[in-house]
């Protein structure tokens, strides 16, 4: 039977399956980049690409389509238990980081490698110089940053599954 919470839902879950389950690629994106660099510009724009057209849009309307389930169930969706404050808490957090200071680092790893030259192969004894520190130092923020958001969202869906702190 047709509900308008039932639609809701739908679209809720459908939202968040198109925003964060390509979320769990970019460490194999990463894990590519650093074993093939000469083509780390492009796995970065391809993340970034990622990022842009279909997680952050994507998690942005979860929001609308909760505050429409609340809506329509006429109080039946219990939205003041702890357990949903903390996972809505949570999402605010990791939005907060995806989009101000995750995104914000991706695009200057990207407009660093599009200006930095390519790396040098190897000749007999002798060592590749490798990146700079300062991009080396971005890669592990973004690293430590997905970690977060990876047990952010981990987090917010044992709540939102299993609601234990009610």
């Known amino acids: 039977?047709?509900?308008?919470?039932?639609?809701?839902?739908?679209?809720?879950?459908?939202?968040?399956?198109?925003?964060?389950?390509?979320?769990?690629?970019?460490p194999i994106l990463g894990s590519f980049s650093n074993k093939e660099p000469m083509h780390g510009n492009f796995a970065l724009r391809v993340g970034a690409a990622i990022?842009?057209?279909?997680?952050?849009?994507?998690?942005?309307?979860?929001?609308i389509s909760g505050i429409l389930m609340i809506v329509v169930s006429n109080g039946a969706v219990q939205w003041l238990r702890f357990w949903?404050?903390?996972?809505?808490?949570f999402y605010v957090l990791a939005m907060f980081i995806a989009v101000v200071i995750q995104r914000g680092i991706v695009h200057q790893m990207i407009h660093m490698t599009s200006h930095m030259p390519a790396?040098?192969?190897?000749?007999?004894?002798a060592a590749s110089a490798g990146p700079?520190?300062?991009?080396?130092?971005?890669?592990?923020?973004?690293?430590?940053?997905?970690?977060?958001?990876?047990?952010?969202?981990?987090?917010?869906?044992?709540?939102m599954i299993f609601r234990p702190l009610s």
Request: hydrophobic share 65%.
């Open 1 to 26: 039977m047709f509900t308008w919470f039932t639609l809701f839902r739908f679209l809720h879950i459908l939202a968040a399956i198109i925003a964060f389950g390509p979320s769990f690629v970019f």
């Open 51 to 63: 990022e842009d057209r279909l997680v952050i849009p994507f998690a942005l309307t979860m929001p």
């Open 84 to 89: 949903f404050l903390l996972a809505v808490a």
């Open 119 to 125: 790396p040098a192969p190897a000749g007999p004894g």
């Open 132 to 159: 700079p520190p300062e991009f080396l130092a971005l890669v592990r923020r973004s690293q430590m940053n997905g970690m977060f958001l990876t047990l952010l969202l981990v987090l917010i869906v044992i709540l």
